[in-house]
């Protein structure tokens, strides 16, 4: 039935883009473009001054420049993308100074200053269009999230819980969407193959009409992924050298539309992302390589925002209403024991020979989520800003399509195999809160000074009240539980002083929080999670910066951040009561750490030629932890102390040539992951790695043009990090990233 309606609305998806491709040139033609804006092919030759002077608004819901906001923001254009070739947020952001990536089984993960992420664990909050687009089921970071449509992307490092809540703990990134005069009355196509059966179409196209503009966005995007012959747990656990071959194709499409109202209806606008999004586990779930070719999970989201902003950008008292609904289905096809094998079940650890005809367990789970925001700003004629604002959002489960397994994987059951290996249904996947909404009410306001405190000093004061409330069943006692309502209070100091227009000074005192998502919180009823207690604390992170933003002449910009990060409560898995026999599974609010660091940019725009070169540095001070059996680590770990990322783009002719390198530095583990079988595999360390991306595009006529893009040129042999289960279990292996990659692509614009 899902699968249908996957192809039921997939099959819509290419008809509508269909036609939209075919007809906007024909409207196109009516259009007066004496009125479009800004259009992406003049990105090269705007001055560079006027780049950095480009308004961002995520820092603090304004228009402001970079260097006004109170926040450490970079703003990621559209033209870098395409010069570059980031295709996602891990793109970016793996190149913006203060960020690196990880890696958590099948997915890549965002970490930042020290701090190491979860698939599931989303501290870094992804908005679109300035609503939350973040999911606790998914990834939102990688291919599934196509940037096809994305005007520019804006990067907060450090906190932005003050006005966004949960989950804005190491940082904010905001998708800004293109609309159609951003197009310039065009349509575009473009096509990708590569090795790896690597192959990826996008179109991009709108239309416009007296009441209302459109633009339409579609990419579909398949691989057969970095598949390799690596150990896996099963080296640790039987003492065997036998390597299999991993399992990681992938493919997604992202449908996107977006209506946006003119004339009577100006300041109206309605978006809705369609994804849908296919992937194997890569090495499995429990770090054990299925034996056969495993049939991929998926998981189909549909999206929708409902928005009013008072469209006149002079007006000085500015109100806006947003409405989100986001319904999701994730189908996972967990095959966490491969047949064929005699491996200590993993609840009670004893031998258990039922286990050689495996262990699989397959869920089908919808989630719906709904999100709404009030918000209110009034400019002053000093140019300072009052702004204020309410959010209400809601998670809602009511059940699994399906939840079926071979073993007895429920909680408070035996954990043994069903008789005759039969294939029964578990109860409910997130039990505790079936039928139990899970609310939120954020209250939320600030003040910009502007030139109230004179014109080259500007202060920001803002804070942010949040309250969480829900009910869940035990799954202890089986009783319903009224959970004392969960609050966070999120303020926020900042002081910019301007010495001229090339040279200003930031200082900024935050904080943020993280309330366990559902998937932390809730899973029973299932070997990936054995919690279900529902009473984990929120992370909670303070935050001290200074930074100087320097524009040493028109072609060059230096910016220099120092930092001092303090992270308690964090979420991980760890020991602790839990209604199974297994503590392994558990998470828990395991430790707090304090980091310090620096980071350094240098954006340059010479005629002809841009570029940029960053370095970040983040040490561990002190790492604790009130329960006696979680281990700490006072030095960094899972993290590179040292990251170099470089680019530079240059165009000739008909040319446009880029390279990019990154440098990782050393990666140390805890102690306890080091075991002389795990040392011998894999290292003691993650050793440092360089990488380099090239890419040369040319085009054919004004209208067409083709790119050969290479990752990893140097074909390097490195890894990310392996630190299953929060380090708890010594893995014999790091996830090794693929080696050289070659793409080719054709962009047709009509």
Known sequence: MVKSLHHFIYTRILLVSACGFVCTPLVAQQQDTAKTSLQIKQMLAMPFEDLLNMPVSSGAKIAQTISESPCIVSLVTHDQMNQYQWQSLNDIAEEQAGFTLGQDRNSLVIDSRGISDLSWSNRLLILFDGVPFSSFQSSVTDDALSLNMAKDVEVIRGPGSVLYGSEAVTGVMQVNSMSYSDLNGKSIVELK??????HSINILTGASGKYADVIISFNNTHTDGNEYQSYDLLTELLGTTAKQMTQD??????????????????????????????????????????????EPSNVARNYVVLKYVTPSASAKFKHEYVLQYDYEVSSYNLQIIPSGIVVPNPRTGKPDSALYAGLFEHYITPVNSA?????????????????????????YYGGDILHESNYDLNTGGNFTAFPMGAIQNLNPLYQPILGHPINNTGFYGQFTSGRLLGKNLQATLGARYDIYYYNYNSPAT????TRSPVTHFSPRASLVYSVNKDLSFKADISNAFRLASPFE?????????????????????????????????????????????????????GPG???????????INALSSKQEGAETELHFYFPGLSGFINYSYVKRINESSANPYVITNNSLVWYPTNVVNAGVSYPFKKFELSIQGHYQGVVNRSPNENTALTDSLRGSSVKPWFTLDMNLNYHITRNMEIRIASTNILNEQYALVNNLFGGLIPVPFDYQQAGRRIILSLKVTL
């Open 193 to 198: 193959g590569g090795n790896d059966a690597y």
């Open 371 to 395: 999100f709404a925001r009030t918000q209110w700003t009034y400019l002053f004629d000093n140019k300072a800003t009052l702004l204020g604002g309410i959010e209400q959002s809601m998670v």
């Open 521 to 573: 919180q809730f899973i029973t009823n299932s070997l990936i999670s054995g919690t279900g207690r529902g009473n984990l604390s929120p992370e909670n992170l303070t935050d001290e910066e200074v930074s100087c933003d320097w524009t040493i002449n028109k072609m060059v910009n230096w910016r220099n951040t120092l930092f001092y990060s303090v992270y308690q409560n964090v979420i991980t898995y």
């Open 249 to 294: 194709e992938q493919g997604s499409s992202h449908f996107f539309a977006k209506i946006e109202g003119k004339d009577k209806l100006a300041g109206f606008s309605l978006s809705y992302h369609f994804q849908d999004y296919h992937f194997q586990m890569g090495h499995g779930f429990l770090d054990i390589i299925p034996t056969s070719n495993s």
């Open 577 to 587: 009561p839990n209604p199974t026999p297994s503590p392994s599974y558990n998470f």
């Open 478 to 481: 089986g009783k319903d539980t």
